[in-house]
């Protein structure tokens, strides 16, 4: 197999150092709480078309799985929801429970820390440039999963063709954008952290 097509990466950087256990817990702590607020100010850029907005917050979900793992990842997207029952940290309008059960994007929200979770999981065997993409494909396709069914049903959608439109057609393109962006920021930083040998 080709070195472009290989899924792993044997080299060890000191950016994997931040995805470890053996981390400190202030070193794992300011990680899940700088991505939890990269997630928050990803969602202050957003446009909306229709129903559900083109934003940047999605770019720290992935991210979040990449370089802290899966179980920071899967923290830090968990903290920022609980951010936002207190505070205006979503892309819509609202703050708290009720928002969040009733917005029609809320299954994308609480889809983030199960596609930050599968990211950074599979990720640990997949770290190479193209096995970090592939990492991502599978955080995204979960989160359009869990996103577009939530939408079909709050959005009162006629049939699930206009769900699959509204909530994952139009958004491949700029979704392929982030993971090919964040896949290559990774595998850059790794490169840039390697080990000597």
Do not use: C
Not at 18 to 42: D, H, I, K, N
Not at 132 to 140: G, N
């Amino acid at each position: 197999m080709t070195a472009a097509l290989r899924l792993h990466s044997g080299t060890r950087s000191i950016v994997d150092d931040l995805r470890s256990s053996t981390a400190s817990a202030t070193t794992q702590l300011v990680a899940v709480v700088g991505f939890a607020l990269l997630t928050a100010l990803g969602a202050q850029f957003r446009i909306y078309l229709w129903e559900v907005p083109f934003s940047l917050q999605t770019l720290a979900v992935y991210g979040s799985g990449l370089f802290l793992g899966w179980r920071n990842g899967m923290l830090a997207q968990g903290l920022y929801i609980a951010l936002g029952m207190f505070l205006p940290v979503f892309a819509g309008d609202g703050i708290g429970p009720a928002y969040l059960m009733t917005a029609v994007s809320a299954g994308y929200l609480l889809a983030y820390p199960l596609s930050a979770a599968a990211a950074g999981a599979l990720s640990t065997r997949w770290n190479s440039p193209t096995g970090s993409m592939l990492s991502l494909l599978v955080a995204s396709i979960i989160l359009f999963t869990i996103g577009v069914t939530w939408l079909h049903f709050a959005a009162g959608h006629a049939t699930w063709m206009e769900s699959l439109d509204k909530g994952w057609l139009r958004f491949i393109p700029v979704d392929v954008a982030k993971i090919l962006l964040v896949g290559l920021l990774y595998s850059g930083a790794r490169h840039l952290g390697r080990r000597p040998s």
